[in-house]
């Protein structure tokens, strides 16, 4: 059973994005799985990474089609990705540094941003963006 499952009430109203949060969530679940057989080191640190990568490509579509949509909360919604991306790269490179170990309050901390982020946020934006303007 994943640690974090997608279900209906994360529906953001667009069919891309939220393929996008299904992927953001597998990546989650992936991180969790590496955590319970023990990949300390590397396999932990690929995924953090992998997550990292996905989540900045990830906003960066979101932020490309509010804004051809006009969606007037973008500057808000930027800073709070800017927010997350910047604590998920300090979480690489204590890793990196060997200074900390990704832990289940690290997971959690993900987990519950990506929620709120995706419930409070980005349901904002399902009226501006149209599915014809996404696709």
């Known amino acids: ?11 953001v109203g667009v069919d891309l994005f939220n393929e996008q949060h299904k992927k953001l969530i597998g990546i ?8 319970l057989k023990g990949e300390h080191g590397s396999g932990v640190t690929d995924t ?3 997550l990292a990568v996905f989540t900045r490509w990830h906003f960066d579509e979101e932020e490309r089609h509010m ?9 808000t919604h930027k800073r709070e990705h ?7 790269e300090s979480f690489i490179t204590r890793l990196d540094n060997g200074s900390v170990t990704i ?5 959690r901390f993900i987990i519950s941003w990506l929620t709120v982020h995706i419930l409070k946020t980005d349901k904002k934006y399902c009226t501006a963006l149209e599915l014809s303007e996404v696709a």
């Open 1 to 11: 059973m994943p640690f974090f499952d997608w279900n209906n009430e994360l529906n």
């Open 28 to 35: 989650v679940n992936k991180l969790h799985d590496a955590m």
């Open 48 to 50: 953090v990474r992998e």
């Open 67 to 75: 804004e051809l949509a006009g969606f007037s909360g973008l500057e």
């Open 82 to 88: 800017a927010a997350f991306i910047r604590r998920v």
């Open 103 to 107: 832990s289940i309050s690290v997971l």
